[in-house]
């Protein structure tokens, strides 16, 4: 008949003096034994911990180059920034697209712009106010119309006065004058202006009837056009003529006090002849 252990039930082979699966002795009775207990095995002694001081010197050796290395960063950067500020705060303000200046940088450049600003301003008015300032407009030399009165200094006179300073030079007759025209054949008289501009040999004369007395009865306004009469001019005589008007000679010109006079005489198409002055 089979056996089987009390304990754990597991089947008995004769013989067996404990069962093979749990260890329980195998006796009539078959009762429950304890399990042996192992023998704990002897664990190592611990060794004593050693001084710490030389591994506390090694980290504070080790710490060094470390702070050296930051250190020099540190210094590098501070260099950095100083050549930029230096040499490339300005080309940063003028050129589109780069970085923005730092803080600082746009502090001092802007209280550089808050100082010179009104400098840069004030020379810019100056220089606005020089441009557009206005020139002084210069009335122009006129001798006004002329008048009998004008002319008093004409009677009897043929020639320049003793004393004058004879002109020959083509700058110092050119301008306009007042002009008196007497025929001595028929008693006309008549006012004109007479513009004059002289080159070097060449010579054009404007030449404007403004009255005519024509019977010693008063002057009227003539109404002849404005004649061009063109000739030549030579050691201070000129020549000029037109073919509806006549040839206009003036021999002289000179200069007496403040004033300009001039003789000569004026031949008509028909061949009548008046003398001819002339004063500005």
């Known amino acids: 008949m089979a056996k089987f252990c009390k304990n754990c039930g597991n089947p008995i082979v004769e013989g067996d003096v404990f069962c093979d699966n749990c260890g329980t002795p195998v006796n009539s009775n078959n009762a429950p034994?304890?399990?042996p207990?192992?023998?704990?095995?002897?664990?190592?002694?611990?060794?004593p911990v050693q001084n710490i001081?030389?591994?506390n010197n090694a980290r504070k050796k080790s710490a060094v180059p470390i702070i050296l290395a930051v250190v020099i960063t540190l210094v590098v950067a501070a260099g950095a920034f100083a050549v930029y500020f230096f040499f490339f705060k300005d080309s940063g303000k003028n050129?589109?697209?780069?970085?923005?200046?730092?803080a600082a940088t746009t502090v001092t450049t802007e209280a550089t712009e808050t100082t010179t600003e009104p400098e840069t301003k004030t020379e810019t008015e100056t220089e606005t106010e020089t441009e557009t300032e206005p020139e002084p407009e210069?009335?122009?030399?006129t001798i006004g119309d002329p008048d009998p009165s004008d002319f008093k200094?004409?009677?009897?006179?043929?020639?320049?006065?003793?004393g004058a300073d004879i002109l020959t030079d083509s700058e110092d007759v050119s301008g306009e004058w007042k002009v008196y025209l007497e025929y001595p054949t028929t008693e006309v008289k008549e006012l004109a202006t007479a513009d004059i501009m002289a080159g070097d040999r060449a010579v054009t004369i404007e030449y404007r009837p403004f009255k005519i007395d024509y019977d010693g009865k008063g002057y009227r306004k003539s109404t002849d056009k404005t004649y061009e009469l063109n000739g030549s001019i030579d050691a201070g005589t000129v020549y000029a003529s037109n073919e509806t008007r006549g040839?206009?000679?003036i021999n002289e010109f000179y200069k007496l006090g403040s004033k300009y006079y001039a003789i000569g005489e004026m031949l008509n198409p028909s061949g009548e002849k008046a003398y001819a002055y002339l004063v500005r």
């Open 53 to 55: 001081q030389p591994v």
């Open 37 to 47: 207990v192992e023998p704990v095995q002897q664990t190592q002694p611990v060794q």
């Open 138 to 141: 210069t009335e122009p030399e």
């Open 153 to 162: 200094w004409t009677v009897g006179l043929i020639s320049a006065p003793s």
């Open 247 to 249: 040839t206009l000679t």
């Open 33 to 35: 034994q304890p399990k």
């Open 95 to 102: 050129d589109k697209g780069k970085t923005e200046p730092t």
